[in-house]
């Protein structure tokens, strides 16, 4: 399972990297933003995969308004890479929106870091990158303030995240084009 994880990991790493320029200070990790996703802000701990395995199987004939849609958090989902002799502690210290012209338009901020295991799930991470480790991370965000998006919740406009990180002593920040989830109302039968 282990090389087949480092195979998916290099091929992230690889294809993000000429797409996100870093701007600032050399660090001893190297960071590629994989993916940067805009949805909700999920109570707790509660996953759209754990949503998706409940039965919501069973007849909605008349009233489905108790059916609720999953919960999509939004994430932030990097690769490392530790070019360090020791351990070195990653930080997310701030994640801007911005719109199509580079204005900032709002902030987000960043919860439960986590990251990759080899067992094939993501399990809590204290934020700290071994000696040459490479591995991938993520962090929940919270929701936009959709009323200060152009478009609002509109998957077709663009909206870029600037994401910036302490690692270790030195600091990085990269932009990456975000992913706006589709909302559907809850109460809307298709």
Known sequence: MRPVLLFVLA????????????KGELAPIEVAIAS???????????????????????SCAGDCSSVRRACEQSLLQVSLRSTA?????????????????????GTLTVRQAQRWSSDGSYTAWDQVVGPGEVMAAS??????????VPGGRDPSKKIRVRVTFKL????KTFEKAAVVATFMDPDVMT
């Open 11 to 22: 091929s992230c790493w690889t294809s993000s990297q000429p797409t996100d320029p870093p």
């Open 36 to 58: 940067v996703r805009l949805a909700d802000d999920c109570p707790g701990s509660i996953a759209q995969a754990e949503l998706a395995k409940r039965d919501l199987s069973g």
């Open 168 to 171: 270790g002593g030195g600091e």
């Open 139 to 148: 962090y929940a965000l919270t929701a936009p303030d959709w009323g200060l």
């Open 85 to 105: 002799g020791m351990k070195t502690s990653v930080v997310v210290t701030k994640i801007e929106m911005l719109d199509a012209a580079g204005v900032a338009i």
